[in-house]
């Protein structure tokens, strides 16, 4: 009964958070979150990735070491991904990106600090980190079918990803000042995206629910079968496998939908909006799963 307790003390702020954010969208359907995202992109995401990087134990070999699987995971993604897409006759380059990149920022982060604390912060950070990178990267490649390394040089996540790289390499302590600066917008990002995401998540429409439902498949149930294929591969065990399997079991990111805006036809663009809407929602039904099964057998 215990884990049922932990379990529960893992999955309700999470969801309840999300819950407050939908309730206000739809509530409001003209709330604008403009701030919240010039925040998060500029302020939020980079404090978060200091802070998680940096001051919860995690050392320079476990972080290049997940990010190196998290590295495999998307690459595995791609090919399955692609070739669902290609079964389906879609776009199997444009409709990608929500195949291919779980949200484990939003709502991936948050699970792994409530499930296994700072240190499941810190390792979850790392796959994060590979994450947000691909999204101003290859996402962007995807979405418009061109290279380009603007998106990635204004990123701000990509100078705290090179800042918290030195500190890590060369074992330089934080200073206090940081430290509580930076886990206080950890906090507040967390708040803030999560609420964000409930609100993007009651303006975003399902325009094909059939074609949604199997990329959301893929996305929620293949990526943990990934997960484990990979904890096999590389001998994971406690809390490692754990946050490994849970960043594999998030639903796709809604960042992949404001890239496809910047850059997708309208076609795509509701593909992906459909596939976001469709896998967080079974999301709700697998992460206490996934979680529940972590928090059992990873430990």
Do not use: W
């Amino acid at each position: 009964m215990e884990i049922f307790f932990k379990l529960f003390e893992v999955i309700f702020p999470v969801f309840f958070l999300i819950g407050i954010g939908y309730y206000i969208g739809k509530k409001d359907p003209n709330f604008n979150t403009d701030f919240i995202t010039k925040f998060t992109a500029n302020i939020g995401s980079p404090g978060l990735v200091i802070y998680a990087v940096t001051t919860t134990g995690l050392n320079f070999e476990t972080f290049i070491k997940f990010f190196i699987i998290a590295i495999i995971l998307v690459t595995f993604l791609g090919i399955t991904g692609s070739l669902l897409l290609k079964i389906c006759k879609r776009d199997y380059i444009r409709e990608l990106p929500p195949l291919i990149l779980p949200n484990t920022g939003n709502m991936g982060l948050p699970i792994c600090l409530f499930a296994y604390g700072t240190k499941g912060l810190g390792i979850g950070s790392a796959i994060f980190c590979v994450i947000i990178l691909f999204h101003f990267t290859i996402g962007v490649l995807l979405a418009d079918k061109k290279f380009s390394l603007k998106p990635l040089i204004r990123n701000g996540p990509f100078y705290a990803i090179f800042i918290s790289l030195i500190f890590l390499y060369y074992n330089f302590e934080l200073p206090k000042f940081v430290e509580n600066t930076t886990m206080l917008l950890s906090y507040a990002t967390i708040l803030l995206v999560l609420m964000s995401l409930g609100v993007g998540l009651s303006k975003l429409k399902v325009f094909s629910f059939k074609l949604a439902t199997i990329l959301s498949i893929h996305r929620v149930i293949f990526g943990p079968l990934i997960g484990l294929l990979l904890i096999k591969i590389f001998d994971l065990s406690g809390v490692e496998a754990g946050i490994l399997l849970i960043q594999c079991s998030m639903p796709s990111a809604i960042l992949t939908y404001l890239v496809a805006q910047m850059y997708s036809p309208k076609e795509v663009i509701d593909s992906i909006a459909s596939t976001i809407v469709v896998s967080t929602t079974i999301s709700f039904l697998t992460i206490p799963i996934v979680v529940f099964l972590a928090l059992k057998y990873f430990i």
